[in-house]
């Protein structure tokens, strides 16, 4: 297979994925980066060809998203170890904004919670009569 063909066919392989909803999840990602490692492609390389793919044609990555949540998790509790509500919700408004509508509130909010519960950034802020954090996992289903 010459290298045209290779990138013919990685690209046509992110758009079957990413044709109906505009989105490539974790395994969609990895079905793709395995099949660009069969036909000869390195890892770097084949990732970076993916998140290019994606931007050209307006996709949504969702391990972009994380990373993007995960940094920004970090920076709001950088200063005191603690998220706030209010911290939580630029950050949701800011991932919302990235999704393009890819993903639903509740979808973006539970990925949210996700990923400050797996990087040990879960530690928030509460009002004296109030948890808002242990309030919204019960609504999300994940407390």
């Known amino acids: 297979m010459s290298v045209e063909d290779i990138k013919k066919r990685f690209i046509n392989e992110i758009k079957l ?3 109906d909803d505009k989105y490539l999840d974790k395994n969609e990602e990895r079905e ?3 099949i660009a490692i069969q036909l000869g492609v390195n890892i770097d390389s084949a990732r970076g060809a993916l998140v290019q793919v994606c931007d050209d044609q307006g ?7 994380a990373k993007q949540i995960k940094d920004q998790v970090e920076a709001a509790a950088g200063n005191d170890g603690k ?3 209010k911290e939580f919700d630029m950050i ?3 991932v919302k904004k990235t999704a393009q509508g890819k993903k639903n509130d509740r979808d973006l909010k539970k990925m949210i919670v996700q990923v400050m519960e797996d990087s040990g950034n879960n530690k928030v802020k509460t009002g004296w009569f109030s948890d808002w954090y ?3 996992k019960k ?3 994940m407390a």
Not at 59 to 65: A, G
């Open 32 to 34: 793709i980066l395995q």
């Open 92 to 94: 949701f408004h800011t």
């Open 17 to 19: 994925r990413a044709y």
């Open 134 to 136: 242990t309030t919204l």
């Open 59 to 65: 996709y949504v990555l969702e391990s972009q998203l």
């Open 139 to 141: 609504d999300l289903g």
């Open 83 to 85: 998220v706030d509500q």
